[in-house]
């Protein structure tokens, strides 16, 4: 009889890469807020602290900005940091050292220098932790040249992309859906990488591509499973990567569909939907396409607290089971 | 420039530091860098106002006795994060004029292949790594780069210069008190030169001394004369000592004045001619140097002016390095974004 594939959860996924990382390279070590005893805001590093002690799993304190510089410095002078925020929308906080050092600093400097940080971000609503804890700003940082954009939407991903992203020679900022951290998923033992760059086609269709992100993989999937019982065929691609996007798969999933819907949770504008949409209208795959491009994100408003408000912010799978349908049905 | 030797004879214990630690050799050689330093910045702004260099730029001009005297006990491999106002601390770090000049000609040839120029100026191999645009920029970098010393246990320790300006902004807060509760090795040179762009410590700063600060994160604040380089030396020479012992970081304030305006679009507005001629005319930290090595007997009026001559050479031979160095090709734009291309 075959063993069961063996289950991790996402939060587990990520602190075993953690610890993978640290103990194969001594540089490697872990810098945030409350990520020793207390385990981290989201239990990610949990019991961490017991094995490497707090030298290599430093608990800092509650300077984002100044935290984030030192392991930049780190990270410039031969260390290997991998900096927990305790929520993304800190990032704002960080933005300088994120943005104007870690991003520009190799660049700046003629290429004589490496950033090799990696930054993790737990980001996403869901958890009534109203509009400064609940955003997601991972297009911000796609925005930079210079630095690398990852949204792993699986257990699986978390651990072999977080690995990827320790051995990156930039920097590296991973987003992690607070919602997924409990998720459970296959994660194979020991050490493996997955690209960072490549996105993953999570369901083969050929009547609609939905291009999603991080939680949103899931909802498409769900959707996608809903449709299938009416006859739609949905191609699911996990984007996984941002930052540089794999435009690639992106063009030849459309060209065999001929309809695109992007799904994603930060708010619809300006964002990670445009840049997809783009892409396609750039790319010779527009001529194939038979139906408007669609994008569903979130709305054009701070997450607000109430639990039913909450909800209707980010696109849910009704929303995407109606999106896809209209799409397909020529109702676009 | 660490290898100090004393003097070694007693009655000379009155003498200032400088001359009591380093040799007639040694205390040449900062002389002829701090005029290093003050033709660079003079030949950097005269090949601007050519049209050789374009942008803008920061002159340290009455500051060199600062980045000097601070670099004094640093080895090679020890680091530096520097400001927009870096050129002196690059030249005191050990770094080639030719390829200071080379960078802000936006050169391949320049230490930054021309992608960064006067505000980026670095110099890795010496351990200078990088002039910050963003004021206080580089200070919570130093502490990181201090973190991995004491982490690899390699034995350096790490300068953040930075201006009176920065001390008003978070990242210096949060770097101090960093430092300070992981005992990291790192010192924290603060030149005070009067001014954030126009505005005055006094109308900016709610401490009479930047140095009062170091309190708040229970490290020594000292105070120098910024212009004195045998004070700054001592002070530096203090703080590295500390913290290669593994007690921790120090805060230096160094008190100076940049005789030049913050950039190249200061029209000096906000302080007087008479001011500016003070400093100048009596508190120049190369004739005050100066004055003290003749006194000492350690230089004479020939051996000033063979190092003057000496420094224009160099300066020049830097000036044309740069103007024959070729320019980046527009192909290349995307080289340095990553390591590896995508």
Same mark, same amino acid.
């Given at each position: 009889m075959d063993a069961m594939p063996r289950e991790l959860s996402y939060s587990q996924a990520i602190q075993e890469a953690m610890a993978i990382a640290m103990e194969a390279d001594e540089r490697v070590f872990l810098m945030g807020e409350d990520i020793g005893v207390y385990g981290g805001a989201f239990q990610?590093?949990?019991?961490?602290v017991e094995r490497f002690g707090a030298d290599r799993v430093m608990d800092t304190p509650i300077s984002e900005l100044g935290g984030a510089g030192v392991a930049v410095g780190a990270a410039l002078t031969g260390m290997r940091p991998i900096f927990e925020f305790q929520?993304?929308?800190?990032a704002t906080l960080a933005m300088e050292q994120i943005v104007n050092q870690a991003a520009k600093m190799r660049f700046m400097l003629g290429g004589e220098v490496s950033v090799p940080v990696v930054m993790r971000f737990p980001a996403g609503s869901g958890?009534?932790?109203?509009?400064?804890?609940?955003?997601?700003?991972?297009a911000w940082l796609g925005h930079v040249p210079g630095l690398k954009v990852i949204q792993p939407a699986t257990p699986h991903d978390a651990k072999g992309m977080l690995l990827a992203a320790v051995a990156d020679p930039d920097p590296v900022m991973i987003f992690e859906h607070k919602?997924?951290?409990k998720m459970k998923g296959h994660v194979p033992e020991g050490h493996y990488t997955v690209p960072i760059g490549k996105a993953e086609i999570r369901r083969e269709g050929s009547d609609l591509t939905i291009v999603a992100t991080s939680i949103m993989v899931h909802k498409a999937l769900e959707a996608a499973e809903t449709l299938s019982g009416e006859g739609i065929d949905i191609e699911v691609v996990?984007?996984?990567?941002?930052?540089?996007?794999?435009k690639a798969t992106i063009i030849e999933s459309v060209k065999k569909t001929s309809r695109l819907l992007c799904v994603y949770?930060?708010?619809?504008?300006?964002g990670i939907g445009a840049e997809v949409s783009a892409t396609i209208a750039e790319s010779d795959a527009f001529d194939y396409l038979d139906a408007p491009i669609v994008r569903l994100g979130g709305a054009e408003t701070p997450v607000p607290y109430n639990p039913e408000l909450e909800k209707a912010t980010v696109p849910q799978v009704p929303d995407i089971v109606t999106a896809a349908r209209d799409l397909v049905r020529g109702k676009r | 420039m660490a290898t100090a030797r004393k003097l070694?004879?007693?009655?000379?214990?009155?003498?200032?530091f400088a001359y009591r630690h380093y040799g007639p050799d040694e205390l040449k050689e900062v002389l002829r860098k701090m005029y290093l330093i003050r033709r660079f910045e003079e030949g950097a702004e005269d090949s601007y106002m050519r049209g050789l260099i374009h942008g803008t730029m920061h002159l340290s001009i009455g500051q060199e006795a600062s980045a000097m005297g601070i670099c004094m006990?640093?080895?090679?491999?020890d680091q530096i994060t520097s400001t927009h106002r870096g050129h002196g601390h690059c030249i005191a770090k050990g770094a080639d004029v030719k390829r200071m000049f080379a960078e802000f000609f936006g050169k391949t040839t320049g230490y930054c292949k021309g992608r960064g120029g006067s505000m980026h100026i670095a110099d890795v191999s010496m351990g200078n790594l990088g002039a910050n645009g /963003?004021?206080?920029?580089g200070i919570p970098i130093a502490v990181g780069a201090a973190l991995s010393a004491k982490k690899l246990k390699n034995g350096k320790v790490v300068v953040s210069f930075f201006g009176?300006?920065?001390?008003?902004?978070g990242a210096f807060h949060e770097a101090l008190n960093m430092a300070s509760i992981w005992k990291l090795p790192v010192i924290f040179v603060c030149e005070?030169?009067? @001014?954030?762009m126009s505005t005055s410590t006094a109308r900016?700063?709610?401490?009479?001394? /930047?140095?009062?600060?170091?309190a708040a994160y229970s490290m020594p604040g000292v105070i120098v004369n910024g212009n004195i380089f045998s004070e700054v030396a001592e002070a530096s020479h203090a703080a590295v000592e500390r913290a290669r012992a593994g007690e921790g970081p120090t805060l230096i304030e160094s008190k100076t004045y940049r @005789?030049?305006?913050?950039?190249?679009?200061?029209?000096?507005? @906000?302080?007087s001619k008479e001011e500016i001629e003070d400093w100048i005319s009596n508190r120049d930290p190369i004739m005050l140097f100066e004055a003290d090595l003749k006194e000492f007997g350690i230089i004479d009026d020939k051996g000033i002016e063979a190092i003057r001559e000496a420094v224009r050479a160099e300066i020049e031979a830097g000036i044309e390095f740069a103007k024959a160095s070729p320019s980046p090709d527009t192909a290349d734009l995307q080289e340095f974004v990553y390591t590896e291309p995508a």
């Open positions: 990610v590093t949990g019991d961490l929520f993304s929308d800190f958890t009534g932790a109203a509009a400064q804890h609940s955003q997601s700003l991972e919602l997924l951290y996990d984007l996984r990567t941002i930052r540089p996007m794999d949770e930060a708010v619809k504008t300006l | 070694a004879d007693e009655t000379h214990s009155n003498l200032p006990p640093l080895t090679a491999e /963003i004021v206080a920029g009176d300006g920065a001390n008003n902004e005070n030169n009067g @001014y954030g900016s700063t709610a401490v009479k001394n /930047i140095a009062d600060r170091a @005789y030049r305006g913050h950039s190249k679009s200061d029209r000096n507005r @906000y302080r």
